[in-house]
């Protein structure tokens, strides 16, 4: 039983870091660039993400790496 109980702790930490480093945020600030592009703020108390898209409305969920924040 010992061996299992080990196998899923480290299937645990496995999976938490196989996520670990993103970040998904929702409703974003939206704007329109000069040449007409759509730039989308997302941001928290702790970071912000600027996404910019050519689309005339911002994704209301966007998934991030948290290294790319500013």
Excluded: W
Aim: hydrophobic letters at 35%; proline letters at 3%; charged letters at 15%.
């Amino acid at each position: 039983m010992r061996g299992y109980r080990q196998v899923l702790l480290l299937g645990l930490i496995l999976s938490f870091n196989a996520v670990a480093g993103k970040i998904t945020m929702n409703a974003p600030e939206q704007s329109t660039t000069a040449n007409g592009q759509t730039l989308c703020v997302y941001s928290n108390s702790i970071d912000t993400f600027t996404y910019v898209t050519k689309s005339k409305h911002c994704p209301y969920t966007k998934t991030f790496k948290t290294e790319d924040a500013e």
